[in-house]
């Protein structure tokens, strides 16, 4: 327990701006179980139940994502449909999503869904890797292209079971790597990703943290992805997740499309294994 209040009150320190350190920090209570839901969380769920039924503004991106993957584009005139195999066979969209990462073997590496869409418009459509990982992420006004494209291919596994092929070894390795990965201390304030994500019932600043280690926060930790997110107004990807958690976690920030993130979507996806992808998210 002192330990665990230890950490509560380092993360603290790590997260809150400083006028309201000494006051957190010292209040044992930050580490109140999960299950009390704050005001804001209910009516954030209530706006998010809303928001299913009448329309996840991500919807508009998988249109723009479903344009892009069926018309011939880049220097090659190709289009994805006619040449991208996402696992399931070239043009394949339906369940691809949720049997990523996987290996494949045309590229010798596994690879989560964004990363062979990027590869698949490297190699079959001639863009340049430099000028799709410049700005990966989309801010503002300003949605990358892939970002689209990974919105239509997850809409595309709707209500279908997560499935990562666990069996392949290529698969199994990269998995036990991304476990070693989220384990792994180091940075200014000697955090890991289990620092904050190895428990039950963890939260900072009113947010959840999901356990990834269990089936249930493995799930938290994928459903969401990709999402659109209310603050900004932006569709993010479960790479960008990963980059922004590297930056909580102050380390410096992956390569995008990098192995060490298809690692951790390997281990987290993976430990959701057999549960519902439920389609596009919505983010506070
Ligand atoms: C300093 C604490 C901290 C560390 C370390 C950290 N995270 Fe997070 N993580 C958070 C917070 C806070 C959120 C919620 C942010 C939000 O909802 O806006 C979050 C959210 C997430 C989510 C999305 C959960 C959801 O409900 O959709 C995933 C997945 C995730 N983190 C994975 C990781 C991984 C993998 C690492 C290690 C590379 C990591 N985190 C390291 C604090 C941390």
Known sequence: MIYRIAVVAMLALAIQPASAQDKKAAKPSAAAPVEQKDAATL???KFRT??????????LFEVKGEEFWKTKRGPKKVSLAESCDLGLGVGVVKGAYVQMP??????????????????????KQGFKFDDLARNPFASGEYTPEQTSLVTYVAGQSKDMKIAVPLKDPHVRDVYEIGKEVVAYRAGPYDFSCNTCHG?????????????????????TAVLG????????????THQWRMGDC??????????????????????????ANGQMYKGLGIKR
């Open 102 to 123: 996987r290996y494949f073997s045309d590229a010798g590496k596994v690879m989560d869904a964004e990363r062979r869409i990027v590869w698949c418009m490297v190699e």
């Open 199 to 219: 428990t039950d019932g963890k939260r900072i600043r009113m947010q959840n943290l999901p356990n990834l280690s269990t089936p249930q926060g493995a799930l």
């Open 50 to 59: 809303q928001m299913e039924q009448e329309g996840n503004p991500a919807e």
């Open 246 to 271: 590297f930056r909580q976690q102050r380390f410096p920030q992956p390569k995008y499309a990098s192995d060490t993130v298809t690692a951790l979507l390997t281990y987290m996806t993976a430990n």
């Open 225 to 236: 992805w990709p999402g659109y997110r209310m603050t900004g107004g932006v569709m993010l």
């Open 43 to 45: 009516e954030f769920e």
